[in-house]
């Protein structure tokens, strides 16, 4: 524009440099000549032509104007009639038009602030631009996270949205190993998608193997102590990301979304489907998946996607196709070492003639027979306290399992839960313990299962509490009236009306008279 300002000085501009400036800037000759005269009135105009013309009295966005904005999640209208409320009472100048206001707001303020007002920072990190990490070899990082299903599955007539827990490997999209519990998930659940994502064996392979480095997000149970030892037994490095970074482990966040988009939304029970009427809710006649349907359909969902599914980053290459074309070595690691691994240290124990006790509980083998009195190491899968690993406490050599003595039966643990159950909705304080029971995570599709074991000593001792008192306790003296004495016996008056005379009486038989 500089330079046809000068030419038209010169008197040397024809109407051919416009022409080619308007093809150039695709606008119509005659605002070619328009842009010439501001520029020839403020040469300022001629460096971004088509402008505005800017003046002292323009209205420019405030820092009232701002969190104005922010407390009305970006409704300009709504900012508008506050700032004429404001002026009313006399605390400000009066706004201008909601044109003016529109203007001076996508003028001064750009797209992600404009966002982060109305929707927080989450809504702003998507106007952001992100550095794309490199592909790397496969192994070399993998990224892991939990999931809440929006999907509600049937687990033991209850309604609940399981949690889905998974490694996938940064430069093939692979995943390597998944998890589903029907509640909240625990370290036992990063374990055991843990053990899934290493080992390379049916029904878990090809994928697998020891990564390099493992990406968490500050998770508790990814960082409890048991997962940590795991991980540094493996010699696995394990990467803490920042708070509020879903960014920085971009594949696996991705992967949640990819998931719900592609396999849940047309799963029945899906929570988040839009549903007719004032508000949101699952019709009562929907009948919901059960947990191991559901955890069946998640496996060949995953299947897919290893196998068939084309991930865009993989320029039309499925995750299995770019693991086969990738040459690097793969770390092995047997089962029975991986098992061991993955289990928490409880310490040294002496084995009696009972047994072992560990958590005032006696687990038992038949392996024992001929040992008591050595010194043993116990190892345990976090909340799975039904069995634990026992191993030579001096020379680390694994003896065998020992599983909890005296268990309780089926009907024992049945009826203790109703009385769980009486008992929290008499005190209702239970809520929180029940929101906490765990199920066992699983990687292969099976019948949810409650853990938490219970001897029958402990379920006899929770039923008779839960029972209050015995009968005997409460049964009333004076309810029966005792029988009436023979007629021979010289009995008070008062005390007479209080027997049954129709009861018959034993006789007892005479003492012996003393000699």
């Avoid at 939990?146 to 998974?166: K, N, S």
């Avoid at 289990?343 to 001929?370: C, P, Q, S």
Wanted: proline share 9%; aromatic share 6%; hydrophobic share 40%.
């Amino acid at each position: 524009m500089r330079r046809l300002l000068a030419l038209r000085q010169d008197q040397k501009l024809t109407t051919r440099h416009v022409r080619v400036m308007a093809k150039s800037l695709e606008v119509t000759e005659r605002t070619v000549w328009r842009w010439l005269a501001a520029a020839e009135r403020d040469e300022s105009a001629a460096a971004e032509p088509g402008a505005r013309a800017q003046s002292k009295d323009r209205f420019s966005v405030t820092p009232e104007v701002r969190r104005l904005l922010a407390l009305w999640k970006g409704n300009v209208a709504a900012v508008h009639r506050e700032l004429i409320a404001r002026a009313a009472r006399g605390e400000g100048e009066p706004p201008p038009s909601i044109p003016t206001l529109h203007r001076a707001i996508r003028r001064d303020l750009t797209p992600g602030e404009r966002a982060g007002l109305a929707g927080g920072e989450r809504a702003a990190r998507k106007h952001d631009v992100f550095l794309a990490r490199p592909r790397g070899w496969r192994n070399q990082v993998w990224e892991t996270d939990h999931m809440q299903a929006p999907v509600l599955v049937e687990v033991e007539g209850r309604a609940r949205r399981p949690w889905i827990t998974w490694f996938t490997d940064c430069a093939t999209n692979a995943i390597t190993g998944v998890a589903v519990t029907p509640v909240h998930p625990s370290r036992q659940s990063v374990l055991s998608a843990l053990r899934s994502a290493v080992l390379r064996e049916d029904p878990y392979g090809p994928f697998g193997g020891l990564p390099e480095k493992v990406r968490v997000d500050r998770g508790k149970d990814f960082l409890s102590k048991t997962v940590t030892a795991a991980f540094d037994l493996l010699d696995v490095t394990v990467e803490d990301l920042p708070a509020y970074t879903p960014h920085l482990k971009g594949t696996v966040e991705g992967l949640n979304r990819a998931v719900e988009s592609m396999f849940l939304a047309a799963l029945p029970g899906y929570a988040r489907q839009p549903r007719p009427g004032k508000r949101p809710s699952r019709p009562k006649d929907e009948a919901l998946l059960g947990f191991e349907e559901f955890t069946g359909r998640l496996l060949a969902w995953t299947q897919w996607w290893n196998t068939e599914h084309q991930p865009a980053p993989l320029r039309g290459k499925t995750p299995l196709e770019a693991w086969q074309d990738d040459p690097t070595p793969l770390r092995d690691v047997p089962a029975t070492d991986l098992w061991t691994f993955t289990l928490e240290d409880a310490g040294t124990r002496t084995l009696t003639t009972r047994g072992i006790r560990f958590n005032k509980r006696d687990y038992v083998g038949a392996w024992m027979t001929g040992q008591a009195g050595i010194q043993v190491r116990i190892r345990f899968m976090p909340h799975h306290d039904h069995r634990i690993e026992v191993y030579h406490a001096a020379t680390g050599r694994y003896l065998g399992p020992a599983d909890l003595a005296d268990q309780a039966t089926d009907e024992q643990i049945s009826a203790v839960r109703r009385a769980r159950a009486a008992r929290s909705r008499r005190l209702k304080k239970d809520l929180q313990a029940v929101q906490r029971e765990r199920y066992a995570a699983v990687n292969q599709p099976a019948a949810p299962q409650l853990l938490g074991a219970l001897t029958t000593a402990q379920a006899e001792a929770e039923l008779t509490q839960a029972a209050g008192t015995s009968l005997s306790d409460l049964a009333l003296p004076d309810l029966i009236p005792p029988a009436a004495p023979p007629a021979d016996w010289r009995t008070p008056p008062s005390l007479a009306t209080r027997t049954t005379a129709d009861r018959p009486v034993p006789i007892q038989p005479e003492p012996a008279p003393d000699n």
